[in-house]
């Protein structure tokens, strides 16, 4: 039962966008994907063990109603504010409070990696047959199309891991595969964002594992992403409307490159008629506004109507208090709605599941498949990092990456798993 719990959690979770896209209210999604992991509590014979991160869940929670209330908008909206932080929390919780056999665990893992890849065919079909739109999404969402960017990115330091330590290149260009997702959305930060995240893991990897830099996975590494930065080189002239307007398709290779990269500093500091446009000038006039407020937007934001309210037309639908039009990351959708508390609260959350992986990893003999998953965990609490403070909110907003990364997490902290990761062992659930 509880095996069919997750699947059909996980299933929902990867199809809502069709699934809104053909009728289904939002409103049903929402309340399944809140109602699927309680499931695991009432599925308890005995006394449920508690993983790490509780108490920041719990502190996450309150410090929302706190904003919520303070802020005019009552108990309710709080709630809805911390939902993605909970739902994701109660995978781990069921995960940490569950057993799945070898086989049981194979089963789901095909089930994840099946609509993973259902998400490239998708953005295929979109490229070739539909017209690309950025909201559109897969079968995940048709109105966010950051999750463009996160969502490959994420996907990719699980097929990195892979890479790592099964020294197989084909996994080093699965994982690239998903950049397809981000194309189909026109989304330009995943030229950056992909290789930042490969060379941040693969340092990261050479540290902890206390690797020589000059062996034949950095030659294989190095010779492939010459060949992904080729590929990007040109894809770029139809990269997105924006890049298709600079005429790039005449330049050459180092020309397209310096093109772009001219074009990505400029956007990203842009400020027009007052408002802020692009990430970093909006991370900047958001540190400014609250720090020189009064203490008490700076403890409890300006609620959730300050994003609600928020477009992306000057003068329509623009935050006027700060004059924000454009580029909310994750840290600064936490500071503009419920204040900088709450945005120190999701960073120890993470770090505290982060450390506790951390600690394992270095203490327990895992076999492949325990190193490639424990590994791919710690790393995709860079791309936490990454999204959370420079890109946008999608890792822990709308539940298709927190709850994963959670669930991954879970399988990794839960001491009932331990001896699958570190011996073969045959059993049915």
């Not at 929402?30 to 109602?35: A, D, H, P």
């Not at 900047?284 to 937007?297: C, G, H, L, S, Y």
């Not at 508390?341 to 270095?362: A, D, E, N, Q, W």
Request: hydrophobic share 50%; charged share 15%.
């Amino acid at each position: 039962m509880r095996q069919f719990i997750l699947i059909s959690f996980i299933i929902l979770l990867y199809t809502q966008g069709i699934g809104t896209r053909n009728g289904i209210p939002g409103a049903i999604y929402n309340g399944l994907l809140f109602i699927l992991p309680l499931g695991f509590l009432f599925l308890r014979n005995k006394r449920p063990v508690i993983p790490p991160g509780l108490f920041f869940v719990l502190l996450y929670l309150i410090w929302a109603i706190l904003s919520s209330v303070y802020n005019g908008e009552g108990v309710l909206l709080g709630i809805m504010f911390s939902r993605y932080l909970i739902i994701g929390y109660l995978v781990l919780f069921a995960t940490f409070n569950s057993y799945f056999s070898k086989n049981s665990l194979k089963r789901i893992l095909k089930i994840i990696f099946f609509l993973f890849f259902v998400q490239i065919i998708t953005a295929i079909i979109e490229i070739l047959i539909l017209e690309r739109a950025e909201s559109i999404v897969g079968t995940m969402t048709s109105g966010s199309g950051g999750l463009a960017t996160t969502f490959p990115m994420f996907a990719f330091s699980l097929f990195f891991s892979a890479f790592l330590f099964l020294k197989k290149l084909k996994y080093l260009l699965i994982g690239i595969s998903f950049m397809v997702i981000g194309y189909a959305s026109g989304k330009l930060g995943i030229y950056f964002l992909i290789p930042s995240l490969a060379f941040i893991g693969y340092a990261f990897y050479l540290w902890i594992d206390k690797r020589p830099i000059l062996n034949k996975q950095t030659l294989s590494m190095l010779i492939g992403f010459s060949l992904i930065m080729v590929l990007i080189v040109f894809v770029l002239p139809s990269a997105d409307k924006r890049t298709e307007n600079l005429n790039m398709s005449n330049l050459s290779l180092l020309e397209r490159i310096d093109t772009f990269v001219s074009f990505a500093e400029k956007g990203e500091s842009m400020v027009v008629d007052g408002y802020t446009i692009s990430r970093s000038s909006t991370s900047e006039r958001i540190i400014k506004e609250t720090f020189k407020r009064a203490p008490d937007v700076f403890l409890f934001g300006h609620g959730f109507s300050a994003y609600q309210a928020m477009g992306q037309t000057l003068g329509k639908g623009a935050f006027e208090k700060y004059k924000i039009v454009y580029g909310i990351t994750g840290w600064s959708y936490d500071a503009l709605v419920i204040g900088w508390p709450g945005v120190l609260i999701h960073l120890l959350f993470f770090l505290s599941i982060f450390k506790k992986t951390l600690k394992i990893y270095r203490e327990s003999t895992f076999n492949t498949l325990g190193k490639t998953l424990s590994f791919a965990c710690l790393l995709n609490f860079f791309t936490f990092l990454i999204n959370y403070f420079f890109y946008n909110f999608n890792f822990t907003v709308g539940g298709w990456v927190i709850c994963m990364h959670l669930f991954f997490s879970g399988l990794i902290l839960a001491p009932q798993y331990r001896a699958l990761f570190i011996k073969n062992i045959t059993s049915n659930e």
